[in-house]
């Protein structure tokens, strides 16, 4: 006999699903080694949150849907954060998590199917086995296609219930989205319009551009325009091949090339949301500049900034404006535009820009300390980001080799604690590269358990602690507006004593000489996790916060 449990994971296998990433409870035991039993691999958590930053990170290296499951209630709850995250960053991912019998809840049971779409997550409820496996086939597929999560939800009382063979998907299959193909010509012709005036055009490219395969001919667009290009952090990498690349648009763009990036008149921007930070809360593109968006979702960004929209893959709308310039003529940028000396300003990136070395009093000042780190960093690698005001260092000092390997946990949905379950996903999915994964001591000690799960993998990876004893972000921005120190400074942990209690390698870095310890690590060819237990000066504010906490006057 094929019981319900059995076929879900038999359809999931046979749909490609290699990976799953989960804790077991009742609700999702006999799931999970059916899971197993049908060829996925799994990796347990230690955290239900946990599992499912872990399957994000997963899709965000690899384009691939990952499973994770959890019990039913609480499992789900503990999971909910993370499960946010997803959904707001467009991860695609299958939660395949227990749930109440189809007879009706117990004492104990919530109503998860309206909490999961409480955070824009579609669910499908199997309560008939006879259709479980169409349906589980068809949540994976709209998983892919539309590129967010799916909670596929197992009624206790069905999990062992018989499945015969599986019948044709009919009325209870999940209704897919057809993808964007086309484009409508109303709205690309004012765009046209607005290319055959501009003098300065700027390409900027999200997440949303790197996911639909557009690097190429975006690249070919902007050098057929003459442009400069840009993107997202989340899109960091896409055109570093480029001599017009201008690096990171937004609050951690170095200052000669965000000068660049304010001379813009046209802003042509491909799959990305235009949020606040990526618009540096309006402080970095000129007012006056023509802002068109290129998404699948339509109209203006999130921060509201946008003349023009088309609706479409990025791929297929910069095809389109391609193929049309072909036959209009080349809009006439300025030389001045695409000039030596603007190359020359573009490379101008923040290694070149001097600082005072705050170091002393046995901290160390963490633009010397990243600085130097950079140059001891394999080449080929991940990068993981937590939340938390750390992470301008690592964003502006240690470049990506290409999006794929730029994780920022958290940022969708501005919560931390991802970062540590979001390297074990990273190092699972591409365990060619070495998972690199900076944090601040508040977000590591929240997802401190997944420390434990990293080192248990083996998988190479780095963890580095920015460690200021403190909730950086919320003390520089609001102890001078009168918030009480004492709820965001704290006593120093040993990060580095902990680490190596659960199984790492550690060091902590007060200093330069500290960093020996990385060199000796990747001669022994990066084995397993190091952790440096970097004790950070507290007073250095990254640039971007400086910029948001300056007064609005404040002159360049």
């Known amino acids: 006999m094929t019981t319900l449990a059995v076929a879900v994971a038999r359809a999931l296998a046979a749909d490609g699903v290699r990976h799953a990433f989960g804790l077991v409870g009742g609700g999702n035991i006999l799931a999970t080694a059916a899971l197993t039993g049908a060829g996925v691999h799994y990796t347990a958590a230690r955290h239900e949150g946990g599992a499912m930053a872990m399957a994000d990170a997963y899709f965000r290296v690899t384009g691939e849907v990952a499973v994770c499951t959890t019990t039913h209630g609480p499992g789900l709850t503990n999971a909910a954060t993370a499960l946010a995250e997803a959904a707001k960053n467009r991860s695609a991912a299958v939660l395949l998590c227990g749930d109440a019998p189809t007879g009706g809840p117990r004492a104990h049971d919530i109503d998860q199917s309206a909490l999961v779409t409480s955070l824009g997550v579609p669910v499908v409820r199997l309560t008939d086995p006879a259709t479980a496996v169409a349906r589980t086939s068809a949540a994976l597929e709209l998983a892919r296609l539309r590129q967010c999560p799916v909670a596929v939800m197992l009624p206790g009382d069905l999990l062992g219930a018989e499945v015969s063979t599986p019948s044709a998907p009919g009325a209870n299959t999940v209704a897919v989205p057809a993808a964007a193909a086309t484009v409508r010509p109303d709205e690309l012709a004012p765009v046209l319009h607005a290319l055959g005036r501009a003098r300065r055009p700027l390409l900027l490219a999200g997440a949303g551009a790197w996911r639909a395969g557009a690097g190429k001919v975006l690249r070919d667009l902007g050098d057929r325009l003459g442009a400069l290009f840009t993107t997202t952090v989340m899109a960091n990498g896409l055109f570093d091949e480029s001599p017009w690349s201008l690096g990171i648009c937004g609050g951690f763009a170095a200052p000669e090339p965000a000068r660049l990036l304010s001379g813009a008149d046209l802003v042509l921007a491909f799959g990305t949301s235009l949020d606040t ?102 080449a080929d690698r991940t990068l993981v980001l937590d939340g938390g005001h750390f992470i301008a260092w690592p964003a502006m000092y240690w ?85 009480d120190p004492a709820t965001v400074n704290f006593n120093d942990t040993d990060f580095a004593g902990t680490a190596r209690a659960l199984g790492a390698q550690a060091v902590t870095v007060r200093a330069p000489e500290d960093l020996a310890e990385v060199t000796a690590w990747r001669e022994r060819g990066c084995p397993g996790t190091l952790l440096l237990d970097c004790k950070i000066v507290h007073t250095v504010m990254a640039p971007f916060l400086e910029d948001l906490l300056a007064p609005a006057d404040r002159p360049d």
């Open 399 to 483: 470049p990506v080799p290409d999006p794929a390997a730029m994780v920022f946990t958290g940022a969708a949905f501005q919560s931390i604690g991802l970062g540590l379950a979001g390297a074990v996903g990273a190092a699972v999915g591409r365990p060619d590269r070495t998972t690199v994964a900076a944090l601040g001591d508040g977000g590591a000690l929240m997802g401190l358990p997944e420390l434990e799960t990293l080192v248990r993998t083996g998988r190479s990876c780095l963890v580095v602690v920015y460690d200021d004893a403190s909730y950086g972000f919320e003390d520089h921005m609001y102890t001078p507006r009168g918030a």
């Open 277 to 378: 930070f990526t618009l540096h809360g309006g402080r970095l593109l000129d007012p006056g500049a023509t802002v068109v968006r290129i998404d699948l979702e339509p109209g203006p960004g999130s921060a509201g900034r946008g003349d023009l929209s088309v609706t479409g893959d990025a791929s297929v709308v910069a095809a389109r404006l391609l193929d049309a310039l072909g036959t209009a003529g080349t809009p006439d940028a300025s030389g001045t535009w695409r000039s030596a000396e603007v190359r020359a300003t573009a490379a101008r990136r923040w290694d070149t820009v001097p600082f005072t070395d705050d170091s002393g009093a046995g901290r160390i000042d963490p633009r010397t300390f990243t600085r130097r780190l950079a140059g001891l960093l394999p």
